[in-house]
């Protein structure tokens, strides 16, 4: 595209309904000549419709938590009560901003709306997160550190122990999602994590609601758990694994029957599917229709756990987002953690959508063939 034909686009994304004539007086050019440049921008696939509809990949708006990764590896046994050796690095993390990493490497279209500290530690986080994601939603909030999470990690790659210092998105306000939302309404799926304040979170599942959005809730611990209201109506999904489950409902998951009962009492709520996530025993889904499975993972050697099940839930949303069903995405949520399992980075900095494709057909295909 040529210059002229770039400025016209740009106008023509900030206002789809920009007549000929605007056009013409904003860049200084007879009306013809716009006609033109917008035929040729037609032909190019640039523009489609009468109103100047854009093409556009679906749009995912995750919103919930931005922190700083501090990992210590044990390189041997731990040993409480005294100095153990480690191995040690930093990384970017949050659950809404891991998954968003996540499907940005993926090739999705995301934004982030987070609040991050305006110190040091946030130019860090912002900087390495715009590669990804949309940015320019979130906040940068004066007087607050940036949120830090230091997790310790046993020899096997199991974790031993987490601190997660997150004091900054209780300064989220219901203020913050209304000044963005005229941006957020424009999201085919919204991925929201309970980081976030309760009265945030409502907001967040009315407006969805109303706009008919489908929204994901992403459970960040078990303490955090009871955050999520009683009327969950306009809720698609809730991701959370047993603990969180567990601490719920009240029903400890022991067999087929206890889990089917948690299940439907957190779909009286109002959300359309359940998934409970089951570490290496795989996950369980249900769905408002009664669909149920337990779908066992693959078979992976563990590297560290940190990131997992933040990349699970985007393998999930990207599948949904591509149209599979709740089976499919449950397994191309599975083969993303697989590969994020593989790695001590809490988001493998070599995903892409290729890479997950073939770990889908390897794992849950053979050989057969399988595009989204």
């Known amino acids: 595209m040529n210059v002229k034909e770039q400025r016209i686009l740009q106008l023509i994304q900030e206002n789809p309904f920009i007549t000929q004539n605007e ?36 749009h995912i708006t995750c919103i919930g938590g931005a922190n700083v990764d501090r990992k210590s590896q044990v390189m041997g046994s731990p040993q409480y009560g005294t100095s153990n050796p480690v191995t040690s690095f930093k990384s970017t993390g949050g659950v809404a901003r891991n998954i968003a990493e996540n499907l940005g490497r993926l090739e999705s279209s995301v934004s982030l709306l987070t609040l991050l500290g305006d110190d040091s530690e946030g130019d860090w986080l912002l900087e390495k997160s715009k590669p990804y994601m949309d940015m320019s939603l979130s906040y940068k909030m004066p007087n607050n550190n940036t949120g830090a999470y230091t997790a310790v990690i046993d020899n096997e790659g199991e974790m031993v122990i987490a601190l997660s210092e997150m004091s900054i998105m209780d300064q989220m306000e219901v203020s913050h999602v209304q000044k963005k939302w005229g941006r957020v309404a424009g999201s085919d799926f919204i991925l929201m994590d309970t980081n976030l304040p309760s009265d945030v979170i409502e907001y967040i599942i009315k407006q969805s609601n109303i706009n008919a959005i489908p929204v994901c809730i992403a459970s960040v611990s078990s303490p955090k758990i009871h955050k999520i209201p009683e009327n969950c109506l306009g809720v698609t999904w809730l991701i959370l694994n047993r603990d969180e489950a567990e601490t719920l409902t009240g029903i400890t998951l022991s067999d087929e029957k206890s889990f089917k009962k948690a299940a439907k009492m957190m779909i009286a709520k109002g959300i359309e599917y359940i998934v409970i996530t089951l570490g290496d025993k795989g996950v369980f889904y249900f769905t408002k229709q009664g669909e149920t499975e337990f779908i066992h993972p693959p078979s992976t050697i563990v590297q560290d756990v940190t990131g997992a099940g933040d990349s699970l839930i985007a393998g999930l949303v990207y599948a949904t987002i591509h149209g599979e069903n709740i089976q499919s995405a449950c397994k191309y949520g599975m083969s993303c953690s697989a590969i994020t399992l593989q790695t001590n980075e809490t988001v493998h900095s070599e ?16 050989n057969e063939q399988h595009e989204t």
Not at 39 to 57: C, E, F, N
Not at 351 to 366: A, S, W
């Open 23 to 58: 056009l013409a007086d904003k860049l200084e050019l007879s009306r013809p000549a716009v006609a033109n440049y917008i035929s040729s921008l037609t032909k190019k696939g640039k523009i489609v419709g009468r109103a100047y509809v854009l093409p556009k990949d679906k």
């Open 351 to 366: 995903l892409n959508k290729n890479v997950l494709h073939e770990v889908y057909k390897t794992y849950f295909e053979g």
